[in-house]
């Protein structure tokens, strides 16, 4: 008598199963496909207020997970009183057709604000849903928001998963 006739009953469940955990695996490493739906207290992106499609990133410009780029040079805050919120100004490129998720991350979550053509103002969360389709760049004009100077950490999220960014704020990181 065979013994592959036994076996064979609870092969099939149990590669099912080592396929199952396999799949799911690799979509966590892969990251998230599907847009989440976002917060009442997130700034949302107004697709709109984008000023220019461009082909690149500019120079001190890093692309994170194919959907956004962000400057992570030394960024300068505007003259002002020390006593208040200054602001940084600088641009956020944003990939035609791909959603994100940015946010501010402790300890600077609560002093800090993003700020780019968003329909709810400045937040430590701001959010895009896609913008249109292809594989250009749009540029929203807007920036940072900080009570002094700072190296914010920056958490992305997008359909590729989710990734971190520090950004010098009036001080290198």
């Not at 006739?5 to 979509?27: F, H, K, N, S, Y």
């Not at 540029?139 to 920056?154: A, D, K, N």
Request: aromatic share 6%; proline share 6%.
């Amino acid at each position: 008598m065979s013994t592959s006739r036994i076996e064979q009953p609870l092969a099939r469940p149990v590669l099912l199963a080592v396929l199952a955990v396999a799949t799911a695996l690799g979509a966590c490493a892969i990251g998230r496909t599907e847009q989440p739906e976002f917060g009442p207290n997130e700034s949302i992106l107004d697709c709109s207020a984008g000023v220019s499609r461009e082909t690149s990133l500019p120079e001190n410009y890093t692309e994170v997970l194919g959907a956004v780029g962000l400057n992570t040079g030394l960024l300068s805050l505007a003259e002002g009183p020390q006593s208040e919120a200054r602001f940084a100004k600088s641009g956020l490129y944003v990939r035609a057709g791909e959603w994100f998720r940015l946010s501010v991350a402790p300890p600077h979550d609560d002093s800090a604000a993003l700020l780019w053509g968003a329909e709810h103002g400045q937040a430590s969360t701001f959010a895009g849903e896609p913008c249109g389709s292809g594989s250009e760049w749009i540029v929203f004009t807007g920036g940072y928001i900080v009570e002094e100077p700072s190296c914010l950490t920056i958490n992305i999220e997008g359909a590729r998963g989710e990734e971190e960014v520090s950004v010098g704020i009036g001080v290198g990181c």
